[in-house]
């Protein structure tokens, strides 16, 4: 009786253990599914920032440093994960050397392109085809070592930057120890993403995509920090071992958070974590504290019982025979001992009724099927779907109930013909219903302790709005590329309209062959490009209904038109063919064709107006130096001719005779015999009905564009024509409102004088006719002028005196002081009209003292505050005096900069650096050196080497750089020394 008791009660507990174990592992499935989904999600998210990284570079070739930091930096602030983001561009042997240098002179002093040795210390890179330093690294604290390190460098790095560049794809690398912080234990790892020439399109095969490679996007994530962000709760009910494996014997983990010790009867979950390129197995197992948490007594309460009853019985029976008198106790006893059974039975059928209202209570379907597929438990929301009982649903193959079909779904069909890990989450598909919805399927599998298939646990879930979410995604995404080609090629025209290099021609050939990456069907996408008489079109180009044409306008104007055209017809999916985007780029291209057109024509206008210009200053320049009439003449139209691209120029004065000849005077360019074979006069007969006469005659210019068209050169047709002339103008020179003569020059084009051009050539001729007037009354002019110049040098030779006889003691300072800033001048290079300029404003600098009395002047003891302060006031003084006095040369403003500093602290208006002029900066040396070697009333001569340390002391800081250098060698190399002379008047 007591063997049956023990039985029964062994039963029972195995029953009621039963139950609880299956509904903890049920709850161990689920929070494990959950967090390894909050995983996978997290690491989607981090490498879609990667690509996001890819998408910059695709929409803009050239990303500056500043860019790319803001361009990421909140994604730094959101994902502590990522350790950094960077940029790898590819780097041949060649050109290492300038890239180097580049990056240091971008502010990267130390960059140097590094790998690690076999000791794992940071060295110079190896020669090797090809580098991948990484040259944007953000954030740039605790990454600087990364700077310029080659990503190719190590076999790991290698291996995933090969099979990214091959496939085209983002590629996760294996576990890797982390440049920025190798002790840390955990590691990590990179996510590296390919960017190729041409934008957002992948080249079509591996050759294409080595040679278009331009580099990779990359982030360097942390594994611990991952795990801490995406499970915070990890370790508390669950612990996580981390595998960089697809299977996990003889593998060692990357991370682990503890090693549960598991019932015998429960094992370890194991989920693949998909990366791009990579995956891993993270392997979950209960914490103590999850059994604790999930168990329940109920088994161990019945056992007890059991037990109990038992014993008592067994008592009961071995005292049976001599405790008759007690069997009625004894029966009470086992009544209450039934009582209490009965009440345990409840317990466990409440504990089961409980775990099947939590089965039905969740929303989304689940089944449980055995080998041949029949349904063994289903919750209500699957009896919903399936729209029957679920009594009447078991034991039927499920595929005839839900979802239908003619047979298992091929997850499942692989599931039972694969042996797997009981409880282990062995596949995912979507099935799709006639209704349109779409149900996602985990499924797992319990396996026997052989291993042999037990049945299946399908979890459903409608997952019809997130999938179209998803296909939502991926049609935003298609239409962000192709707005992105759009933005890429209109970004690339508005390039072309501001590359100044590019002629017209070169600049539409280039938009013609870019314009069909930006439409949807580049394959099929023909353009052609009329610009006037311009053509430019792709070489497939031909007509076909299926096209869009824009405008081209120049100043409101139609000068052409733009038309894209599909060789192949195609489904519409606007009004025709082609995008509503598509129809503003094109109309957006158009434009930038038309400022094209407009930046050409205004450059044509630019450039010859530029000739002018330059013909122009040219012969103002050769006005000033012009000694000799008739080599002036000669000069001009030379200059015309090589400068303004004239075909001939011409210079022809007006006679007196009675048939009012022009005569030439001189002439430049091809065709000389012209003017020979021509005749000109400026009277009113059909000589004179041409440019250069009527200009004569008229008094203001003549232009005509296109002789062919002008009627006054009929007669002179096939001369013309031989000599390439097809544009012709005449400007008249001027004196005293009369004219005298006229400048005429001839262009080989009709293109030649606009407005502005003929405005140049206008002042030109007024500036001609002021240098031959100036030329014919420079000779009357010369004697007068030396008379002058006489007159004012003796004049400042009397101030100078002047000045000289009220400071005896400084006698002859100031013309020493002139012949040393003479030779200073001289040794930088000044013209000589500075240097007489500076030896003037020498030569009185300091005529202001004759403001001071001469007791202070003359004092031998040291001046008083107030003193010294007149003294002071001498430079503003001697301006004063000779301000109103027209010199050619700054000599006022020489005289009151002579003491100023660089530093500003000179007097009297404290002026700094470039704001004191150089003359005043030549005489402040020459004046120290001369007053420190000359005796005063208050002290003797210092010597000149005194003297030259001071101005070398305050070389830069008070005295001009150049002009001490200068003065140093005077004295130092080529040995100056002072004449005797006291005369103004001599020279250096």
């Not at 197995?281 to 329940?296: C, G, I, K, M």
Request: glycine fraction near 8%.
């Amino acid at each position: 009786m007591g063997l049956i008791g023990v039985l029964l009660s062994l039963l029972a507990f195995l029953w009621v253990r039963g139950v609880d174990d299956r509904q903890v592992a049920a709850e161990f499935v689920r929070e494990a599914q959950g967090m390894a989904e909050r995983l996978q999600r997290k690491i989607v998210r981090t490498v879609e920032i990667v690509d996001s990284i890819g998408g910059l570079y695709a929409a803009s070739r050239e990303v500056e440093r500043t860019e790319f930091r803001a361009f990421i930096s909140q994604a730094l602030a959101t994902h502590d994960e990522i350790l950094s983001l960077k940029w790898a561009p590819r780097v041949t042997e060649a050109q290492r050397p300038a890239f180097e240098a580049a990056a240091r002179a971008a502010g990267l002093a130390s960059f140097r392109i590094t790998e690690r040795d076999a000791q794992g210390r940071l060295v110079l890179a190896g020669r090797r085809a090809e580098y991948f330093p990484v040259y944007y690294a953000e954030p740039l604290a605790g990454n600087e070592l990364t700077l310029g390190f080659d990503i190719a460098s190590g076999p790991v790095r290698r291996a995933a930057l090969e099979q990214a560049r091959d496939s085209g794809t983002t590629v996760t690398t294996e576990h890797i120890t982390l440049l920025q912080m190798p002790e840390e234990v955990e590691g990590g790892f990179l996510v590296l993403s390919p960017i190729y020439r041409g934008g957002t399109d992948r080249p079509p095969d591996v050759a294409a995509r080595r040679t278009g490679l331009l580099g990779f996007a990359g982030a360097t994530l942390r594994i611990n920090v991952l795990l801490r962000d995406a499970l915070p709760e990890l370790g508390e009910r669950l612990d996580l071992t981390l595998y960089d494996a697809p299977a996990v014997d003889g593998c060692v983990p990357l991370t682990a958070t503890g090693a549960a010790a598991l019932p015998a009867n429960s094992q370890p979950l194991c989920i693949p974590i998909q990366l791009p390129g990579q995956r891993w197995t993270a392997v979950f197992s209960p914490t103590p504290a999850f059994h604790l948490l999930h168990r329940h007594w109920q088994a161990w309460q019945a056992l007890a019982w059991g037990l109990s009853l038992t014993i008592v019985l067994v008592v009961a029976l071995f005292n049976l025979g001599r405790r008759a008198a007690r069997l009625e106790a004894l029966a009470q006893e086992l009544a209450a001992s039934n009582t209490a059974l009965s009440a345990e039975q409840r317990l466990l059928e409440a504990a089961h009724r409980d775990w099947v209202q939590t089965f039905d209570a969740i929303r989304d379907p689940i089944f449980l099927h055995d080998p041949a597929g029949r349904l063994l438990r289903v919750n209500r929301a699957y009896a919903r779907e399936a729209g029957g009982e679920i009594r009447d649903l078991l034991g039927r193959p499920y595929w005839e109930v839900f979802p239908q079909g003619e047979g298992p779904t091929p997850g499942c069909r692989m599931n039972m013909e694969t042996p797997g890990v009981d409880g282990e989450l062995c596949n995912r598909e979507d099935i799709p219903l006639p209704d349109g919805r779409i149900f996602s399927t985990h499924y797992s599998i319990l396996n026997d302790a052989q291993g042999n298939y037990l049945y299946s646990v399908h979890l459903m879930e409608d997952a019809t709005e997130r999938r179209r979410a998803e296909a939502r995604e991926k049609q935003l995404m298609h239409e962000r590329g192709e707005r992105l080609k759009e933005l890429e090629c209109l970004y690339q025209a508005s390039r072309l309209a501001a590359a100044p290099e590019l002629q017209l021609a070169a600049a539409l050939e280039r938009l013609v062959r870019l314009i069909p990456r930006a439409f949807q069907y580049p394959a099929i996408t023909a353009v052609r490009l009329t610009v006037g008489e311009d053509v430019h079109a792709t070489p497939d180009f031909r007509d076909t209904p299926w096209g869009l044409t824009a405008p081209v306008v120049v100043n409101g104007e139609k000068v052409g038109r733009l038309e894209v055209r599909y060789r192949e017809e195609r489904s519409p999916r606007d009004v025709g063919p082609f995008y509503k985007e598509e129809k503003t780029l094109l109309g957006a291209l158009a434009h930038q064709v038309g400022i094209l057109a407009e930046r050409a024509a205004r450059e044509q206008a630019l450039r010859r107006a530029q000739s002018a210009l330059t013909s122009l200053s040219r012969s103002n320049r050769a006005l000033v130096r012009a000694t000799d009439e008739q080599l002036l003449l000669q000069e001009v139209c030379t200059i015309l001719v090589e400068e303004g691209g004239y075909q001939l120029a011409w210079v022809g004065y007006a006679g007196t005779d009675p048939d009012k000849t022009l005569r030439p005077m001189a002439w430049a360019g091809a065709g000389g015999d012209f003017l020979t074979d021509m005749e000109f006069s400026w009277g009113t007969g059909e000589q004179g009905q041409c440019p250069s006469g009527r200009a004569v005659r008229e008094g203001r210019p003549q232009v005509v564009r296109d002789v062919a068209a002008e009627p006054a050169y009929a007669a002179w047709q096939e001369l013309l024509s031989r000599h390439q002339i097809q544009g012709a103008a005449a400007f008249p020179l001027l004196a005293a409102d009369r004219s005298f003569g006229a400048l005429v020059v001839y262009a080989g084009s009709t293109a030649f004088f606009d407005d502005a051009e003929v405005a140049l050539l206008d002042e030109l001729a007024d500036d001609l006719s002021y240098g031959i007037r100036m030329l014919r009354i420079k000779a009357e002019h010369g004697e007068l002028r030396g008379e002058l110049e006489t007159a004012l040098l003796q004049t400042i030779k009397a101030i100078g005196r002047t000045v000289e006889k009220r400071d005896p003691y400084t006698a002859g300072h100031q013309v020493r002081v002139a012949e040393l800033a003479v030779a200073i001048a001289t040794e930088l290079g000044l013209t000589a009209d500075q240097i007489e300029g500076i030896r003037i404003g020498a030569v009185i600098h300091d005529i202001g003292k004759i403001y001071i009395p001469s007791e202070i002047l003359n004092r031998p003891g040291r001046l008083s505050r107030d003193e010294f302060g007149l003294i002071k006031s001498h430079p503003q003084v001697g301006y004063d005096i000779i301000r109103d006095v027209s010199f050619p040369w700054p000599v006022a403003d020489m005289i009151l900069q002579h003491h100023e500093r660089l530093d500003g602290f000179g007097y009297p208006q404290g002026l700094q650096g470039s704001a004191i002029i150089l003359e005043a900066r030549i005489l402040a040396v020459a004046d120290v050196v001369e007053a420190m070697t000359s005796h005063r009333p208050y002290r003797p001569g210092l010597g000149i080497d005194q003297a030259l340390a001071e101005i070398e002391r305050g070389r830069s800081s008070q005295y001009d750089a150049e002009v001490v250098d200068a003065c140093l060698r005077l004295f130092r190399d080529q040995g100056f020394r002072w004449r005797e002379t006291a005369d103004p008047d001599a020279g250096p």
